[in-house]
C-alpha cells in the first residue's frame, strides 16, 4: 500500500472526478481523506497501485504531488493514549509525521520523513503491545 497525494481545486466536483475515476478503474481507496487549504485541498489516500492511480488522475488533469511509502500501525482501542505513546515513540527517533489518518481496518496510516526509521518504531511497537 502506498498514500498518493492529490490536490484538488477547491470547488465542487473535484473529489468525484477523482474518486470516480479511479472507480472506473478498479483502483480501490482503502482509507484517506481531503483537507481543504485555500484555493486547493490535498487529498492523501491509501492505494494498492499507486502507480497506475497516478496515471488514471493525470489523465483528467489531476496533480499528484507524490507517491509516499506508509506506516501501517495497529493501536489498542482499548488502551487510551494509544496515538499520543506512538506518535511519542516516532519523536523520541527524531522521526518527523507528515501525514496521519486511518485505513478502512480502523489502522493508523503515516506518511514520514524517515520511513526506515519510523519502520523500525513501529516493529518494536507491534512486539510491545501487540505480543
Same mark, same amino acid.
Given at each position: 500500500?502506498?498514500?498518493?497525494?492529490? %490536490?484538488? /481545486?477547491?470547488?465542487?466536483?473535484?473529489?468525484? @472526478?477523482?474518486?470516480?475515476? *479511479?472507480?472506473?478503474? #478498479? $483502483? +480501490?481507496?482503502?482509507?484517506?481523506?481531503?483537507?481543504?487549504?485555500?484555493?486547493?485541498?490535498?487529498?492523501?489516500?491509501? %492505494?494498492? /497501485?499507486?502507480?497506475?492511480?497516478?496515471?488514471? @488522475?493525470?489523465?483528467?488533469? *489531476?496533480?499528484?504531488? #507524490? $507517491? +509516499?511509502?506508509?506506516?501501517?500501525?495497529?493501536?489498542?482501542?482499548?488502551?487510551?493514549?494509544?496515538?499520543?505513546?506512538?506518535?511519542? /515513540?516516532?519523536?523520541?527517533?527524531?522521526?518527523?509525521?507528515?501525514?496521519?489518518?486511518?485505513?478502512?481496518?480502523?489502522?493508523?496510516?503515516?506518511?514520514?520523513?524517515?520511513?526506515?526509521?519510523?519502520?523500525?518504531?513501529?516493529?518494536?511497537?507491534?512486539?510491545?503491545?501487540?505480543?
Amino acid at each position: 500500500m502506498k498514500d498518493i497525494e492529490i %490536490v484538488l /481545486e477547491n470547488k465542487p466536483g473535484q473529489l468525484a @472526478l477523482m474518486s470516480e475515476t *479511479l472507480g472506473k478503474n #478498479k $483502483i +480501490s481507496l482503502e482509507g484517506g481523506g481531503v483537507f481543504q487549504n485555500g484555493n486547493t485541498s490535498i487529498a492523501h489516500f491509501l %492505494v494498492e /497501485e499507486a502507480d497506475r492511480a497516478k496515471t488514471e @488522475l493525470e489523465k483528467v488533469g *489531476l496533480k499528484v504531488i #507524490k $507517491i +509516499s511509502d506508509v506506516i501501517i500501525q495497529k493501536l489498542r482501542q482499548d488502551v487510551p493514549g494509544q496515538l499520543g505513546m506512538f506518535c511519542q /515513540e516516532l519523536t523520541n527517533a527524531h522521526v518527523n509525521i507528515l501525514t496521519q489518518y486511518s485505513d478502512h481496518s480502523n489502522q493508523l496510516i503515516i506518511v514520514v520523513d524517515d520511513y526506515e526509521k519510523a519502520k523500525e518504531v513501529s516493529e518494536k511497537w507491534m512486539k510491545t503491545w501487540w505480543s
